[in-house]
């Protein structure tokens, strides 16, 4: 795997008030026993969660996200404090948490769970003796999505109106002879929602956690619909609850633990992005102890070419405005096409912003422009970022050479 140096934002981070890190270790090392006893001697994966037999989805979901948030709190410093064997009964934990997530929250497993309990089971099983969970202090609160852009106060203009209904339509996905060609995956991806905690760093070093829900998996990675924004090429820790017939190691582990690399990256919608994950082993790449923080790339795909459209060479310019969430511009300059086809383009570009999700592309010499999506961003050894965008609205003129 060869390493591409990312342009990332090194802007200085403005940490918000904080207790003191004594307080939070000390919270912590308080509220985590109860979740941690609890869960070592749950008889059930009911008792594991906290919850009645009879408890709705909406309840399962609730309660494992909040032992999950005390288990793996949002200040890096806490955990970093813990010894290694609290760190092992807290991985434990959290295998056994989200094997008891998957199978209550799966309707069909949960019916022959409750089956297997009633034939099993001690009456005295039936149900949990629920205790009220000790208050969550500050330092264990999950981290609420970030805000979303506010509207802006005076009403937009017509062309940012414009640009809001076209990014409102959907991509422009007609083929022109589906059953002329094959399969883009290698492996095919299965619907699965299953529960998946997601680590990995920031600009300055600092990791993070998050547990979201699959939407799809194969042996190969997943997709995940995340509220943390990453970037394709970043390289993630994965812990999940993957059936043993996917997996390429840790068979007998009630959780797998992998490394993946950020593939795609869809723009956000509610909230949330799904982002595209492919699995690299149980070991990250060895750049990666150095800085965890920056993006990889993989070899060269040699394989056939699985583009549902053919991409011609160019090199000519073009006019990039990158877009903001409210869809006004942010910033604009002349970049590079490098190749062109009639659904999208890639762009060679020296100012990329940090954040942004869309842009006007404006070929003078062609009198085109279209509202892109951005579906990747490569970091080249020239020091140049390579876009490669897809339009929402429009088609590139192919038949002009």
Same mark, same amino acid.
């Given at each position: 795997?060869?390493?591409?140096?990312?342009?990332?934002?090194?802007?200085?981070?403005?940490?918000?008030?904080?207790?003191?890190?004594?307080?939070?270790?000390?919270?912590? /090392?308080? #509220?985590?026993? /109860?979740?941690?006893?609890?869960?070592?001697?749950?008889?059930?994966? /009911?008792?594991?969660?906290?919850?009645?037999?009879?408890?709705?989805?909406?309840?399962?979901?609730?309660? *494992?996200?909040?032992?999950?948030?005390?288990?793996?709190?949002?200040?890096?410093?806490?955990?970093?404090?813990?010894?290694?064997?609290?760190?092992?009964?807290?991985?434990?934990?959290?295998?056994?948490?989200?094997?008891?997530?998957?199978?209550?929250?799966?309707?069909? +497993?949960?019916? $022959?769970?409750?089956?297997?309990?009633?034939?099993?089971?001690?009456?005295?099983?039936?149900?949990?003796?629920?205790?009220?969970?000790?208050?969550?202090?500050?330092?264990?609160?999950?981290?609420?999505?970030?805000?979303?852009?506010?509207?802006?106060?005076?009403?937009?203009?017509?062309?940012?109106? $414009? !640009?809001?209904?076209?990014?409102?339509r959907p991509i422009f996905t007609k083929l022109a002879d589906e059953?002329?060609?094959?399969?883009?995956?290698?492996?095919?991806?299965?619907?699965?929602?299953?529960?998946?905690?997601?680590?990995? *760093?920031?600009?300055?070093?600092?990791?993070?956690?998050?547990?979201? +829900? &699959?939407?799809?998996?194969?042996?190969?990675?997943?997709?995940?619909?995340?509220?943390?924004?990453?970037?394709?090429?970043?390289?993630?820790?994965?812990?999940?609850?993957?059936?043993?017939?996917?997996?390429?190691?840790? *068979?007998?582990?009630?959780?797998?633990?992998? *490394?993946?690399?950020?593939?795609?990256?869809?723009?956000?919608?509610?909230?949330?992005?799904?982002?595209?994950?492919?699995?690299?082993?149980?070991?990250?790449?060895?750049?990666?102890?150095?800085?965890?923080?920056?993006?990889?790339?993989?070899?060269?795909?040699?394989?056939?070419?699985?583009?549902? #459209?053919?991409?011609?060479?160019?090199?000519?310019?073009?006019?990039?405005? /990158?877009?903001?969430?409210?869809?006004?511009?942010?910033?604009? #300059?002349?970049?590079?096409?490098?190749?062109?086809?009639?659904?999208?383009?890639?762009?060679?570009?020296?100012?990329?912003?940090?954040?942004?999700?869309?842009?006007?592309?404006?070929?003078?010499?062609?009198?085109? $422009?279209?509202?892109?999506?951005?579906?990747?961003? !490569?970091?080249?050894?020239?020091?140049?970022?390579?876009?490669?965008?897809?339009?929402?609205?429009?088609?590139?003129? &192919?038949? #002009?050479?």
């Open positions: 795997m060869n390493k591409a140096s990312g342009k990332l934002d090194s802007g200085s981070l403005h940490a918000s008030k904080r207790p003191s890190t004594g307080k939070l270790i000390s919270s912590f /090392y308080g #509220e985590i026993e /109860y979740v941690l006893e609890r869960v070592e001697r749950a008889p059930t994966h /009911y008792h594991a969660l906290g919850v009645d037999r009879g408890a709705p989805s909406e309840e399962i979901v609730t309660a *494992y996200q909040q032992a999950v948030a005390l288990l793996h709190p949002s200040y890096h410093k806490v955990r970093a404090a813990v010894s290694d064997e609290l760190l092992a009964r807290i991985d434990k934990a959290f295998k056994r948490l989200s094997l008891a997530f998957f199978v209550l929250t799966n309707p069909g +497993k949960r019916s $022959e769970y409750d089956q297997y309990l009633k034939q099993h089971a001690p009456p005295s099983a039936a149900r949990t003796q629920k205790r009220p969970a000790p208050a969550m202090s500050q330092g264990t609160t999950p981290q609420a999505p970030s805000t979303p852009p506010q509207p802006p106060t005076s009403m937009p203009d017509a062309e940012v109106i $414009e !640009i809001r209904n076209r990014l409102a059953s002329a060609i094959p399969n883009r995956r290698r492996c095919e991806r299965m619907r699965l929602a299953i529960p998946v905690r997601i680590a990995g *760093y920031d600009s300055s070093n600092q990791r993070w956690n998050e547990v979201a +829900k &699959t939407i799809d998996v194969n042996r190969l990675g997943i997709g995940v619909a995340m509220v943390r924004r990453v970037r394709p090429g970043a390289i993630l820790h994965l812990m999940l609850p993957l059936p043993t017939k996917l997996r390429s190691h840790g *068979y007998s582990d009630p959780g797998y633990s992998v *490394y993946a690399i950020v593939r795609r990256v869809e723009p956000p919608r509610d909230g949330l992005s799904i982002v595209g994950m492919e699995f690299l082993g149980e070991r990250p790449p060895a750049d990666y102890l150095a800085k965890p923080w920056a993006t990889f790339r993989t070899e060269r795909w040699a394989g056939v070419e699985r583009r549902r #459209e053919e991409r011609l060479p160019a090199s000519e310019p073009v006019d990039v405005e /990158y877009l903001d969430n409210s869809a006004r511009p942010i910033s604009r #300059e002349t970049g590079h096409a490098e190749n062109f086809g009639a659904g999208g383009i890639r762009v060679r570009v020296n100012a990329a912003p940090p954040e942004f999700n869309h842009v006007k592309v404006i070929s003078q010499k062609r009198k085109f $422009e279209a509202v892109a999506t951005l579906r990747n961003r !490569i970091a080249g050894q020239d020091g140049c970022e390579r876009l490669c965008l897809q339009f929402v609205d429009n088609r590139w003129p &192919t038949d #002009e050479k």
